[in-house]
């Protein structure tokens, strides 16, 4: 299967397409969890929602780009963008989407300190 091309042929492009398929099985499974307003997994804000939904998604997009890249002839291209596809997409999501952790305020002490009296 490897060729003349190594992994830069037909193998490559199954890979693309394998990963493809996984990334559109755990989009399903995502939007089945999700259904009914989340009743299996307790409430979600929508900002939660589209999170979880771009990182679902994000082999999808990533490896139909690689794969279009990969067929338009630059099977070398589509490997090296295949690996930054991937995490620049989960940081965009992240970045945008991502429930924001509140403030951290200190605390202001209440009670004296102790006095090392001897």
């Known amino acids: ?13 199954l890979y693309c397409l394998l990963l493809i398929a996984i990334g559109i099985a755990q989009t399903v499974l995502m939007l089945a969890v999700h259904r009914d307003r989340a009743r299996l997994l307790g409430a979600f804000s929508r900002r939660e929602f589209w999170h979880r939904f771009i990182r679902a998604t994000s082999p999808i997009v990533a490896f139909a780009i690689a794969l279009g890249v990969s067929l338009a002839g630059l099977p070398q291209v589509s490997v090296l963008l295949s690996f930054v596809l991937v995490p620049l997409i989960h940081v965009l999501a992240r970045l945008l989407f991502a429930e924001r952790p ?6 202001v002490a209440t009670a004296a300190l102790p006095s090392d009296s001897a």
């Open 1 to 13: 299967m490897l060729g003349d091309y190594s992994v830069f042929g037909n193998a490559w492009r």
């Open 102 to 107: 509140p403030a951290i305020v200190p605390a």
